[in-house]
């Protein structure tokens, strides 16, 4: 009897040496093939950097694969899709803040990388090396085209993956948009990769329906609320976060009548 447990005994030891040896091998072939995988997405972006192409998986947490089916909890210690001297153009919206700041920083990762509530101009913009006083200056030079307004923000819009405010008016969002891309061409809204983006003002991303359906609730009992939009920051992503590089004035407007004047067309 003794022999019969001792040999069942050294039976358990053995299975769960050879779960062990398999858990093991297991992890050193998932480690093989993350680092594997890591080493193409770096080689795939720095093949679209030669090229002056915007890598699509920079495009920013204000989108975020609309559709794409990809889960995510959202919360604030995930890993950014951020590359280091990735840029963007953005207005700030503090106003927002007492409004949505509880919910994007649990639900929209930018903000865990120092990107306040904002809606943005332009996704992505040059890369942080390519801003030189040059670039500076014409930017300065666009915007200066442009009147300070007030934003309404009295709604909330919803897409597959996306939860938002949408700004009133837009159009001065929009036409700041298209004067930068008139002068950058080659610097599409998102990479190309979602066109027609309406401007907005993220809040949550990529979560289940009964967390949306919350975080609307708690928001269409805060709204409406308006901000003052008077300069578009250029911001850069290094260190892993957000950083304002420089902030660039719109035209004074004391009143802040809604509307926005063209920028000059680039020489």
Known sequence: MRD?????????????TGDEE?????????????????????????????????????????????????????MADEPTPYQAGTTALVVAVPEAEPVVERWRSRYDRSASTGAHAHVTVLFPFLDAERI?????SELARVFAGHRGFTAEFRRTARRPSLLCLL??????????????VTRWPDRPPYGGKYPDTPPHLTVAIRQPEHIFEQVDKDLSSRLPFSAAITSVDLVVFEDG??????????A??????????????PG
């Open 167 to 180: 700004p009133e008016p837009a159009d001065p969002f929009s036409r700041m948009t298209q004067d930068v």
């Open 22 to 74: 398999l858990r093991h091998s297991a992890e050193l072939l998932f480690q093989v093939l993350t680092e594997r995988e890591e080493k193409k997405r770096r080689r795939t972006r720095r093949h679209r950097r030669d090229r002056g192409e915007a890598a699509a998986d920079t495009v920013f947490v204000l989108v975020h694969d609309l559709g794409s089916g990809v889960e995510s909890t959202g």
């Open 252 to 265: 004074d407007d004391t009143d802040h009548a809604p509307g926005a004047g063209r920028a000059a067309a």
């Open 241 to 250: 976060a957000w950083h304002r590089h420089r902030s660039f004035e719109l």
């Open 132 to 136: 030189d006083t040059a670039v500076v």
């Open 4 to 16: 019969a447990v001792e040999d069942q005994q050294m039976g358990s030891e053995r299975g769960r």
